[in-house]
């Protein structure tokens, strides 16, 4: 089996050549880049080269690439990106709030972008006014505008026209081209009106009309177009550049979570390091009121751990020494000392920032179309702008209306909506899923929920809670439910076994007070536990435990005992003094969430299927409790599969809900695997959607926000299309002024992206 070796952020990919038949993969963080031709022009170079696979994403400014054979390393990846105009480098480790202020790259990346819009906003509106308002038209108001708009499409409009040049060198050609040659030849064509024309007489006037008007065009200017389209441009390139700031803020404040110190216990002194220098088997103090530092167990001490930063979970989570517990949460209550069982990478904190960011990173089958298209749309679109050129010129129309009419098609071609359809709606939607404890593992997740009808879910620590819990208590006249659950509870708690922690779980619950404390306690193996409790002598376990000391079960409590089992549930016997007190029941208890999950997901259009181990007895009650119809019982881990797959065969489109290593296989079979975040790694490696929060709810959450998403994507890209494809002909004929196409060009880039921002308001439950 050959090796694989994988770079992600954070980590570094082999920067030599991979050996003969070896596979990598590495992340590369591309700069330069403009609009979706930029990426598309970037991913087709690489792709080129011998076994590289490349996705470049231009929303995340992202490049992932696998590539194999050993001519092949990092440096020749980033040298091809180099020579096609742009930047390429490895992306450095995530930096912590605690190191820099936050806020400061940003800052820093968007300043020169809002200084040059600041510019062109500031010194185009008056160019506009003048040219639109003919009462502002005071004598030589042209030349006013020409020193106004000079600066606006040479320094506010450098980046349009550095990336055309550099596009221009290596015999390409994208939007930026479109728009450098666009405001050019209208800044160039004023010039050369007021300068060698009639534009620069005094008294000159410019009505301003949204239609050509024939004339030679020697007393015409465009400042204004230009202006205005460098303007607008700017305008939607900068809020463009800032929701892919806030698109990402999930995963940055995911990266953000974890505690930036953390207290380890060497040889009985307390050291104060970084978390980065934890390793897997260090033990490590946590004080109430701070965040756990990894992964781990604890050893010792007990408390109330908020996860609510994590998993969405409002109510602290009760651990003790043996229990697990999650990096980044709170420690509410009282001291605890860990010890480490996952560092770095593979704590699950990371792992939830690695399926958002891959998820970010992908591209839906939509995208991929978008952006074949946008990598022919630029050399289309010109040769377009050379026809209507040309047409109007031998139509006789003038020179005036067939630039006019050229410089119209070259600007409301730019399709930058194009290729910010599928990213930002992908990054919002995987982002708030995120906030919601909902990850979602990639974008073809999305068109798979459009068509899931069924959805089977696995019983225990899905639809139940997973752990025995205290069901019903049923008495004899001559005791009360207090007395039972006192000396029960008392003897119980002695007792290391999962029934009875139930039963003084519960105890200790409902009594709200200490247990008494038992003597002469003795463990009896299948049969239950005796002892002495305030006096009395107590024996809890078995019916057959109290046959040996001769004690009967009186005809009620019998009927309940055989009740309880015939619904699947585990019926334990109480008696005291040589007389049977009381039946006490035992399950799996059903989630308090699970029938309004049930609901949620009949509301979607999905057909519940309850799928489990157990016996069809325990299957049905269950079922029955949170609403299901169909039961699948006393399935073998390995036939699972088959379920799945006879139900594929049916012709339904299934969804596989699952916590267990049992439930892997299934989930990697059906149609969309959602696995509880609660439940073993393979599962969440086989699903598709990783619930974090255990709650079955969050699954029709899950497939809601999934298909909302979906859904905004293509709405997105027919706005996209519709608006170049409807434009255009507009532009061709002359009956779009070239300022009003750069403003609708630049608001179809502010509405995709105001579209899917609207994803950041999904509310669970809704």
Request: net charge negative.
């Amino acid at each position: 089996m050959s090796a694989q070796t994988t770079a992600t952020t954070g980590t570094t990919a082999p920067s030599g050549p991979t050996p003969t038949g070896a596979a990598a993969e590495v992340e590369l963080a591309i700069g330069g880049m403009t609009c979706a031709s930029c990426a598309a022009r970037i991913e087709k170079k690489l792709n080129r080269m011998d076994g590289v696979e490349a996705t470049v994403n231009y929303a995340t400014e992202k490049a992932k690439v696998s590539y194999r054979g050993e001519d092949v390393s990092v440096q020749d990846l980033i040298a091809t990106v180099e020579k096609t105009g742009y930047t390429a480098h490895e992306p450095a480790p995530p930096v912590r709030t605690g190191d820099t202020p936050t806020g400061t790259d940003e800052a820093d990346e968007l300043r020169p972008l809002r200084q040059r819009l600041l510019t062109a906003v500031l010194l185009a509106v008056p160019v506009i006014a003048m040219s639109m308002i003919p009462a502002l038209q005071f004598d030589n108001w042209q030349w006013l505008s020409l020193t106004l708009t000079a600066p606006v499409v040479t320094y506010a409009a450098w980046p349009f026209h550095r990336a055309a040049w550099t596009n221009a060198r290596h015999g390409a050609a994208t939007m930026d081209t479109l728009i450098s040659v666009g405001t050019s030849a209208a800044f160039l064509w004023s010039v050369w009106a007021l300068f060698f024309g009639t534009a620069g007489m005094a008294g000159m006037t410019h009505p301003f009309e949204l239609t050509i008007g024939r004339t030679d065009g020697a007393g015409n200017i465009y400042l204004e177009a230009a202006a205005g389209v460098t303007a607008f441009i700017l305008a939607g390139r900068y809020f463009e550049a800032r929701s892919k700031r806030k698109a990402g803020a999930a995963l940055k404040a995911l990266l953000e979570l974890g505690a930036k110190e953390v207290t380890l216990l060497r040889d009985g002194r307390e050291v104060t390091v970084g978390t980065a220098d934890l390793q897997v088997g260090d033990r490590f103090l946590v004080r109430p009121g701070e965040k756990i530092a990894t992964d781990g167990i604890v050893v010792e001490g007990s408390s109330a751990v908020d996860a609510s930063m994590l998993t969405g979970e409002s109510v602290p989570v009760e651990v003790t020494a043996g229990d697990p517990v999650t990096g980044a949460t709170l420690n509410a209550g009282g001291r605890l000392v860990v010890e480490a069982i996952r560092v770095g990478a593979d704590t699950q904190l990371a792992r939830m920032a690695k399926l958002v960011e891959d998820a970010q990173n992908g591209k839906a089958a939509a995208q991929r179309l978008a952006d074949r298209i946008s990598a022919v749309f630029v050399p289309v679109v010109i040769a377009l702008a050379l026809g209507t050129l040309g047409f109007w010129l031998g139509s006789g129309e003038g020179l005036t209306a067939a630039f006019t009419a050229a410089v119209a098609v070259l600007i409301i071609a730019c399709p930058c909506a194009l290729g910010l359809a599928t990213p930002t709606a992908l990054m919002v939607g995987t982002g708030r899923g995120a906030q919601l404890g909902i990850l979602i593992k990639g974008p073809e997740v999305l068109e798979t929920t459009r068509h899931i009808d069924t959805i089977v879910l696995d019983k225990t620590g899905t639809v139940t809670t997973g752990r025995m819990t205290l069901q019903t208590v049923h008495t004899t006249n001559n005791a009360t439910e207090t007395d039972v659950l006192r000396l029960a509870g008392a003897l119980e708690h002695a007792s290391e076994h999962p029934i009875a922690q139930a039963v003084a779980t519960g105890a200790t619950n409902h009594t709200r007070a200490p247990l008494p404390t038992p003597e002469n306690f003795t463990n009896l193996p299948g049969l239950g536990v005796q002892g002495t409790v305030e006096g009395h002598a107590v024996l809890v376990g078995r019916e057959a435990l109290l046959a040996e000391w001769e004690i009967h079960l009186p005809e009620e409590l019998g009927r309940r005992k055989a009740e309880a089992e015939a619904a699947g549930r585990t019926a334990v016997t109480v008696a005291w003094d040589g007389e049977a007190r009381a039946v006490l029941e035992v399950a799996d208890a059903v989630k308090d969430t699970s029938a309004e999950a049930i609901e949620r997901l009949r509301a979607l259009g999905l057909t519940p299927i309850l799928l489990t181990g157990d016996n069809r007895a325990v299957a049905e009650s269950v079922a029955a409790e949170v609403g299901i119809e169909e039961v699948y019982a006393e399935v073998m881990p390995q036939d699972k599969v088959d379920v799945v797959k006879r139900l594929q065969s049916e012709g339904r489109s299934v969804a596989m809900v699952g916590d267990g290593v049992n439930d892997a296989a299934a989930l990697a079979q059906a149609d969309l695997g959602l696995a509880m975040g609660t439940g073993t790694d393979a599962a969440i490696e086989a699903g598709d959607l990783t619930l974090v929060r255990g709650d079955l709810r969050a699954a029709a959450d899950a497939i809601r926000l999934s298909r909302k998403t979906l859904g905004t994507i293509r709405t997105n890209l027919f706005w996209a299309f519709a608006y170049n494809v409807g434009a255009l002909p507009l532009a061709a004929m002359g009956l779009l002024n070239p300022m009003i196409a750069g403003a609708a060009m630049a608001f179809s880039s502010v509405f995709v992206v105001g579209n899917s921002l609207r994803l950041r308001g999904f509310r669970a439950g809704a």
